[in-house]
T-cell receptor, first 116, second 113 residues
Framework: GAVVSQHPSWVICKSGTSVKIECRSLDFQATTMFWYRQFPKQSLMLMATSNEGSKATYEQGVEKDKFLINHASLTLSTLTVTSAHPEDSSFYIC????????????FGPGTRLTVL | GQQLNQSPQSMFIQEGEDVSMNCTSSSIFNTWLWYKQEPGEGPVLLIALYKAGELTSNGRLTAQFGITRKDSFLNISASIPSDVGIYFCAGSNYGGSQGNLIFGKGTKLSVKP
């Protein structure tokens, strides 16, 4: 149990285009999902917290208009990187916290974004 | 804000050796989690700790939640090549800040067969 999937696993796009990444909890309901980005050889940095049915909470320094988050159901959250630029290239990882659990977060396999 | 210091940063060990890594915090947590991440993958939860003083095992892995609630350690016994990866500690306070995890910088483990 507690499987989280992400799609796509990797994406290459041109500068200025938008990219949508999906995060799904496959066998449990997740009231809260989290989006992280990770640069090479670094730890995970929280970008935003996504609660089902409400607006996401963004960490300081993360542009909410650039990184659009939608959490429309208890099993799906999406992150859209709008007008992507090369500096947005990174490894994006989502996690889901099982409804009713303490603080166990289960992570997706990540999405490698490369912006040309 | 809260910060986690994780050490060591990296370890090179021989297969069969035991491994120990730890995390310390500038303030208390009520949850400590240990994750393992392999290249190109997301972190996988190894052990979750919820009570100060708690000692929990998962196969060859053992982790403890420090009495002060400001530290935790992870031990791996009789290491094998597939233990290679980056191990992250993470702390959280349930009910505060929506339960966000604060991550350590990771310990990169290399195991020589």
């Amino acid at each position: 149990g507690a499987v989280v999937s992400q799609h796509p696993s990797w994406v290459i796009c041109k500068s200025g285009t938008s990219v949508k990444i999906e995060c799904r909890s496959l066998d449990f309901q997740a009231t809260t999902m989290f989006w992280y980005r990770q640069f090479p050889k670094q730890s995970l940095m929280l970008m935003a917290t996504s609660n089902e049915g409400s607006k996401a909470t963004y960490e300081q320094g993360v542009e909410k208009d650039k990184f659009l988050i939608n959490h429309a159901s208890l099993t799906l959250s999406t992150l859209t990187v709008t007008s992507a630029h090369p500096e947005d290239s990174s490894f994006y990882i989502c996690s889901a916290r099982r409804s009713g659990s303490y603080n166990e977060q289960f992570f997706g396999p990540g999405t490698r974004l490369t912006v040309l | 804000g809260q910060q986690l210091n994780q050490s060591p940063q990296s370890m090179f060990i021989q297969e069969g050796e035991d491994v120990s890594m730890n995390c310390t915090s500038s303030s208390i947590f009520n949850t400590w989690l240990w994750y393992k991440q392999e290249p190109g993958e997301g972190p996988v939860l190894l052990i979750a700790l919820y009570k100060a003083g708690e000692l929990t095992s998962n196969g060859r892995l053992t982790a403890q939640f420090g009495i002060t609630r400001k530290d935790s350690f992870l031990n791996i016994s009789a290491s094998i090549p597939s233990d290679v990866g980056i191990y992250f500690c993470a702390g959280s306070n349930y009910g505060g800040s929506q339960g966000n995890l604060i991550f350590g910088k990771g310990t990169k483990l290399s195991v020589k067969p």
